[in-house]
């Protein structure tokens, strides 16, 4: 069980246009999903906290209007990377959380902005 | 907001030998400290958890120990093995009811065969 899904695994893109992840978590109903983005060997950084129905709430530093955040249901979150640049470029790793509290992680997806 | 430091930040053993990690918190209503493992370009995989009502957990070769008063909490490997080589990220919950984890940077782990 607790089983979670992302896709795509890997994105390469030009410089300006927007890519959407999605993050499903596929036996059990998440009440909260959180997006985090890693740099190599470096560790987990929680971009945003995504409750279903609700909007996201951001951590300092994370522009919202740059990384858009959508919990339409409790096994699917997106975040949308809007007018990607280079520096965007990592490793976006999702998670979702059950009644229990627990979180479990996505296989992640690479994104490359060209 | 929470503060986890977590030592060291790359440890070698032999096979066979213990490794401990050992992780600090700053936030005294933390109460839910899950451990994970991360193995090059996947995933991190939930391999432990202790909540605040509890001093230890032990799951076959792996354990946690948690010393509130301290605010500090550490993983217990034994009888490591060439398939123990990961990442471990230590984590803490901040107690609100979020879940919402803060985490330690990380420790490589070299298991020598």
């Known amino acids: 069980g607790a089983v979670v899904s992302q896709h795509p695994s890997w994105v390469i893109c030009k410089s300006g246009t927007s890519v959407k992840i999605e993050c499903r978590s596929l036996d059990f109903q998440a009440t909260t999903m959180f997006w985090y983005r890693q740099f190599p060997k470096q560790s987990l950084m929680l971009m945003a906290t995504?409750?279903?129905?609700?909007?996201?709430?951001?951590e300092q530093g994370v522009e919202k209007d740059k990384f858009l955040i959508n919990h339409a249901s409790l096994t699917l979150s997106t975040l949308t990377v809007t007018s990607a640049h280079p520096e965007d470029s990592s490793f976006y790793i999702c998670?979702?959380?059950?009644?229990?509290?627990?979180?479990?992680f996505g296989p992640g997806t690479r994104l490359t902005v060209l | 907001g929470e503060n986890v430091e977590q030592h060291p930040s790359t440890l070698s053993v032999q096979e066979g030998d213990s490794a401990v990690i050992k992780c600090t918190y700053s936030?005294?209503?933390?109460?839910?400290f899950p451990w994970y493992k991360q193995e090059l370009g996947k995933r991190p995989q939930l391999i432990i958890d202790?909540?605040?009502?509890?001093g230890e957990k032990k799951d076959q070769r792996i354990a946690v120990t948690l010393n509130k008063t301290a605010k500090h909490f550490s993983l217990h490997i034994t009888e490591t093995q060439p398939e123990d080589s990961a990442v471990y990220f230590c984590?803490?919950?901040?107690?609100?009811?979020?879940?919402?984890?803060?985490f330690g940077k990380g420790t490589k782990l070299s298991v020598i065969p």
């Open positions: 202790i909540r605040s009502n509890v």
């Open positions: 998670s979702a959380s059950g009644r229990t509290g627990e979180q479990f």
């Open positions: 995504s409750n279903e129905g609700s909007k996201a709430t951001y």
């Open positions: 936030d005294s209503a933390s109460n839910y």
């Open positions: 984590a803490g919950g901040d107690g609100a009811g979020s879940y919402q984890l803060t």
